[in-house]
C-alpha cells in the first residue's frame, strides 16, 4: 500500500536542498521547479506505479525508465526495480542524477536524444512488421512482384531462411 503524501514529504526536504520548491500539487501528483529544471514526481492508480518525469523549464519532460536509466545514465536498474520509490528517488538523484539537481541539463539532452533514438527504432521496427506482413499477404496470393518489392523493404539479414527461398522462388516466377 503506497503512501503518497507520506512519500512525498521525504521527498521535499531533499529537493529542497538543491533549491527546488514545489510549483503544483494535484492529487497523487507534485511538481518541483528550481531555477533551471523541473521534476515531477506521480502515481498512476491504474498501473499502480509511481513516475517520475525530469525537464528544463523551456522544454518537454521526460519519463525516468529502466531503459534511459541503464542508458543515459549507466545507473543500476535493480534499485529502480526492486526498491521502494523513494529509496530509489533519493539514491539516484544523489548519484547518476546529481547533476541534474545542480542545474546541468547535459544528460536531459541525452535523454532527449534517447527518446528520439527509441521512437526511431519502434518506428522502423513497425514499419519492418507492416512490410513483412504486406510480403506474406503478397506470397499468399502468388503476387510475386510485390513480395520481392515488400521484401526488398526490410532488413532480410534478421530473417528465416525460408524468405530467402522465398524470395529466390519469387524472383524465378518473374522471370518466365
Do not use: C
Not at 523493404?153 to 522471370?175: F, G, H, T
Amino acid at each position: 500500500m503506497i503512501n503518497f503524501d507520506k512519500d512525498i514529504e521525504t521527498i521535499t526536504p531533499f529537493l529542497r536542498q538543491y533549491d527546488f520548491l514545489i510549483a503544483e500539487t494535484y492529487k497523487d501528483f507534485v511538481k518541483y521547479e528550481s531555477e533551471h529544471t523541473e521534476i515531477s514526481v506521480g502515481y498512476d492508480n491504474r498501473d499502480h506505479n509511481y513516475f517520475t518525469l525530469i525537464g528544463s523549464k523551456t522544454d518537454d519532460s521526460i519519463s525516468l525508465d529502466a531503459v534511459n536509466l541503464r542508458d543515459v545514465f549507466a545507473y543500476d536498474v535493480e534499485i529502480f526495480i526492486k526498491k521502494p520509490f523513494v529509496t530509489f528517488f533519493i539514491n539516484f538523484f544523489s548519484t547518476k542524477g546529481l547533476d541534474i539537481l545542480n542545474g546541468d541539463l547535459t544528460k536531459f539532452n541525452e535523454l532527449k536524444r534517447n527518446r528520439e533514438e527509441r521512437a526511431m527504432r519502434y518506428s522502423k521496427e513497425l514499419i519492418e512488421k507492416q512490410n513483412l506482413k504486406a510480403a506474406d499477404n503478397a506470397w499468399s496470393v502468388n503476387n510475386y512482384s510485390d513480395f520481392i518489392r515488400y521484401l526488398d523493404l526490410v532488413n532480410r539479414s534478421n530473417l528465416p531462411e525460408s524468405y530467402e527461398l522465398k524470395y529466390s522462388i519469387a524472383k524465378d516466377k518473374l522471370s518466365n
